[in-house]
Structure formats: C-alpha cells, structure tokens
C-alpha cells in the first residue's frame, strides 16, 4: 500500500507560470518531508523540505506548503521555467534524522517555452 | 557534483545469477542508503549501512545484501536475479541521523533477462 502517493504522472506548464505539484500521504507517523528533483541519466536531487512544525517554507522560486490535517502537501514552482522539466518526487520520513526516505512515484512536469 | 558515484552504470545479467552493485560516498559522510527504482515507480528504501553495520531494512528479501567498508563505500549484493530485479539502483549518502541531507549517485541500472 502506497504511503506517499503522487496522483499526477505529469504536468505541462508554459513558461513563466506557475507550477504545483501535488502530494498526498496516509502515514501519520511522518513528520519530514522533502521534495526531489530528478532528470534523466541522474540521481534525484534535493530541492525543498519541510518539517511538521511549519506549514510553508521557501526558498526562491520553489515554496512547499504542509497541510497536516489534510496529509497533503504541495510544491509551488514561481515562475517555472524551461530548465524546471524534470520528474518531481515527494518523499517522507518519520523525522529529519530518520533512516529510510518513502517517496512517491513522481510527477513528470514539462515547461514550456 | 554530488561526489557520490556508482559503478557500473550499466549492467546485464541472466536470472539466476549473481551481481554486485558498487557505490562511493561522499567526502565526510558515513552512511550509505540503497534504493531501487523500478519502472515508472518511485525509489524504494532496501537497507541502510553505518559504520560497516545495517542500520534500517525495507521490504526486501534476504538475498539483497550489502556491505560497507571502513571508508564508507558500499556494495549491494543480489543473489539469484529474478526478471523482477530490473531497476535502477540508487545509493545515497549521508551522515546518520540526517536523512533529509541525502546526495544521491546517478544509479546503476540493472536488466535481467
């Protein structure tokens, strides 16, 4: 049973507006939460993460959002761009010192230009 | 650059056989994570290694096993390849206790016929 589900296989964005990807998860033991970015031929890189004491955090143009209640979070990507084109994974853990990330099938989103 | 590197990139093995994966940590890190990455899925935690001990399991079986060397490179292990083993097999390291500040490798992708 998926734990951390992404329901978006992909996204198409024109240049310039915004992006959100979307996140759910069912686990209430998870307490961290990370967004990766990931192009072909590479591994996933970090982009963004958020604890459960917080409900947004920022860092540029990528903003996630944390709805605890919910269990669902969001990426919001302001202004996208072209180079943004990639796969987007969701990941959770049951702290920022945990051992294991759990993440979700990804969202491939394509910005065009 | 990551500086976390996997070798081979590429590997083809028959079913039934036996292969070993191999990863190098970044410089000051002392935990290696292993994560298989099957088509159209996201990562999938198999075991995590810190000072040369597991430390963190998944849901896999035991013929996946690993190894860590006192300079925190790893190896993965997988006995008796199944068809179903085709992935791509991500590491990852960090130091313990600090999940969210993973680099991953660019993966090493496995096709068993």
Not at chain 1, 6 to 23: A, D, F, M, T
Not at chain 2, 72 to 89: F, G
Request: hydrophobic share 30%.
């Amino acid at each position: 049973d998926q734990q951390v589900k992404q329901n978006s296989p992909s996204l198409s964005v024109q240049e310039g507006r915004i992006s959100i990807l979307n996140c759910d998860y069912t686990n209430s033991m998870f307490d961290y939460f990370l967004w990766y970015k990931k192009y072909p031929a590479e591994g996933p890189t970090f982009l963004i993460s958020i604890s459960s004491i917080k409900d947004k955090n920022e860092d540029g143009r990528f903003t996630v959002f944390l709805n605890k209640s919910a269990k669902h979070l969001s990426l919001h990507i302001v202004p996208s761009q072209p180079g943004d084109s990639a796969v987007y994974f969701c990941a959770a853990s049951e702290s920022q010192a945990g051992t294991a990330l759990i993440f979700g099938k990804g969202t491939t989103l394509s910005v065009s230009s | 650059e990551t500086g976390v590197t996997q070798s081979p990139t590429h590997l083809i093995k028959t079913r039934g056989q036996q292969v070993t994966l191999r990863c190098s940590s970044q410089s000051g890190h002392n935990t290696v994570s292993w994560y298989q990455q099957a088509l159209g899925q996201g990562p999938q935690f198999i075991f995590q290694y810190y000072r040369e001990e597991e430390n963190g399991r998944g849901n896999f079986p035991p013929r996946f096993s690993g190894l860590q060397f006192p300079n925190y490179s790893s190896e993965l292990n997988v006995n008796a390849l199944e068809l179903d083993d085709s992935a791509l097999y991500l590491c990852a390291s960090s130091m313990k206790d600090a999940v969210g500040e993973a680099f991953f490798g660019q993966g090493t992708r496995l096709t068993v016929v």
